[in-house]
């Protein structure tokens, strides 16, 4: 096995993605094309290119990581799309200084919410449970459900940008509650971050950091 992927193994990339190629790419379902455009070569875009980012690209990864599954189906993430100047200048003007400039420059800067009423969908959403919605009445457990279930489905929101070869640019340092206040009052919408998305400019990226390995992440009981 060794010798048929090491044909296909370019030299410039790292030893121990080299060693990823050689030893699981038959475990794989995706070729190692798509591996490392999701995964292993993807990476996050400090600095961004003038080419926009249509609403149809975002309709397409979204008809994509909508799919990805959540807790009883809920689907509590909302993407707003900071699309007129006034709407990109308020996020910014809540971002931490160092993200200022990257959101700046980026084609496309999207508030990533939780729909703080997720429940009301959850007859359509989760027809087999009657009672479901009733589960979400207490709003502190029901607050909670939809920040960790957001959360999930924007992890499936960066996977999709990079199935469409463009790079996201994740922001915590920001501040939420102000964006909140500013621009989602009264949609029951709670920011979780802000994502800058669009083609990489110059630049664009940090050195690589080092990722924890296998043997520290993973336990067996
Ligand atoms: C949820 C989240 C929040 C982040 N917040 C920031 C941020 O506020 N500012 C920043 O420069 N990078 C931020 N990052 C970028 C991370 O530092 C970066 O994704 C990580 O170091 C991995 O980089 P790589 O994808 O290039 O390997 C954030 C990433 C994620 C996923």
Known sequence: MAATHAAKVPESISCERKYMLLVFTDMYAINSETQDLLFAQARTASTFSNAPVSDAQIEALYELAKWGPTSMNTQPMRLVLARSAEAKAKVVGHLFDG??????????????????????????????????????????YRTQFALSQAWLQAGYFIVGVRALGLAAGPMLGVNTAGIDADLLAGTGLRTIMVMNVGKPGDNAWFDRLPRLDYSRAVTTI
């Open 99 to 140: 993200n200022k400039p990257k959101a700046e420059m980026a084609p496309l800067v999207v508030v990533v919410a939780a729909d703080l009423n997720f429940h009301e969908t959850l007859p359509e959403v989760f027809p087999i449970f009657p009672g479901a919605k009733d589960m979400f009445a207490d709003e502190g």
